[in-house]
């Protein structure tokens, strides 16, 4: 261990010539950042953007497939419940957001 004073000026001096390296050492996670973004929260934020484009052109009388796997033909529209009619004379009431959604018309009949 050693006191001297130009010891100790030459450990600062290397402390001081490693500060500008603290970009460098950011510059991973801000890249790991930008990727995350458009890999992961651009797409699903553009696959909501038209969920809920989908759900507000809910018509009635479209077919449609719910979340739980449930097919049906839309009886009845509310602000935020359908009515989807799965059988003849049964129907049930979904929120509009569970609407997975719309198959083209006439597709209920093949299954």
């Given at each position: ?24 050492a950011l ?85």
């Open positions: 261990m050693s006191f001297f004073i130009s010891d100790a000026l030459a450990q600062g001096e290397a402390a001081v010539a490693t500060g500008g390296d603290s970009f460098m510059l991973p996670l801000v890249l790991f950042a930008v990727v995350f973004y458009f890999l992961l929260i651009r797409p699903q934020a553009k696959r909501q953007k038209e969920h809920t484009k989908m759900v507000e052109a809910l018509a009635k009388g479209d077919e449609v497939v719910t979340l739980g796997g449930i097919a049906g033909r839309i009886a009845d529209l509310g602000d935020n419940f359908i009515l989807v009619e799965i059988a003849d004379g049964v129907q049930i009431k979904v929120r509009r957001q569970a609407v997975e959604s719309v198959m083209p018309k006439g597709t209920l009949k093949d299954l």
